[in-house]
């Protein structure tokens, strides 16, 4: 008779083999039930998530007030499922390099680019803040979407997005405790104490967030710890000015966004 152990051992990598046709969703259902985005035609209608990543208007904002991406460079931090990776090779990129530190989502970019076939797109596995700390490559742009308010230091991302790129954008949320406050749908401990602090000459306030309840699910795409810091919007904006961006301009301007106010700003260095 065989031992119980083994026989589970064996049911379960037999279990990792697709007996179906070959097909799209055989890929995608390798994370079932932990996707975000829709995918474009001819694939919407395949079993993924429900928000419109895919066909962003913050991206095709972004890229027009960089006068487009045709022939550019990209570096792009945190793609989560390629959603943006694939709208910014659609509008003309000459390369991405796409840096992903949940090894999930990484992986579920590569499904992504298998399935739509994307070409100019690499994806890289590991923090991109240990990237930056040792780059030495230049961009034409820098996409920071969604990965600002995850960071433990956030004001470093930006210092150090300043030394690779002169065209920067970011979508992030940001610190307001009156509009948080009034927000039922945070919960009164997800953040602690404001601090005080300095990164490359700018003095700035740090709100403690704590993820919490959001671990528990394998789908969670936050940061790497336990927390992450939140600036406050003036702080966001007059860190962009101090490390170089003159030309910053604003949009999606979203105060009471359920998960919290949030905005979108594109920054040039003239």
């Known amino acids: 008779m065989v031992d119980q152990s083994v026989a589970q051992i064996r049911n379960y990598v037999l279990n990792q083999y697709v007996k179906s046709t070959p097909r799209p969703q055989n890929a995608i259902d390798i994370f079932k039930g932990e996707w975000t985005s829709k995918l474009p035609t001819p694939y919407e209608d395949l079993e993924v998530g429900s928000t ?40 003309g990129a000459e390369s991405i390099l796409s840096i992903e530190g949940n090894t999930r989502a990484y992986l579920k970019c590569l499904i992504i680019k298998e399935i739509l076939g994307l070409k100019r797109a690499q994806f890289m596995c590991g923090d991109f803040i240990e990237y930056l700390r040792n780059a030495d490559t230049k961009f034409d742009v820098a996409i920071a979407s969604g990965v600002l308010y995850h960071m433990r230091n956030p004001v470093e991302l930006i210092a150090m997005l300043s030394k690779v790129s002169d065209e920067m954008f970011i979508w992030t949320h940001y610190y307001d405790q009156e509009i948080i406050s009034q927000n039922s749908l945070i919960p009164a401990n997800k953040f602690g104490n404001c601090t005080i602090s300095e990164y490359g000459g700018f003095k700035h306030e740090l709100h403690r967030y704590e993820y919490d309840a959001a671990l528990d699910w394998t789908g969670f795409c936050g940061g790497s710890d336990l927390f992450s810091n939140w600036m406050t919007r003036e702080d966001i904006l007059a860190c962009v000015e101090h490390f170089g961006f003159s030309d910053i301009r604003i949009n999606f301007d979203h105060p009471q966004h359920p998960n919290g106010p949030a905005f979108a700003l594109s920054a040039t260095r003239r």
């Open 52 to 91: 419109q990543l895919f066909e962003d208007p913050r991206i095709s904002w972004a890229v027009e007030q960089f006068g487009g991406v045709n022939n550019k460079s990209i570096l792009e931090l945190g793609p989560l499922e390629g959603g943006h990776t694939y709208m910014l090779e659609h509008l």
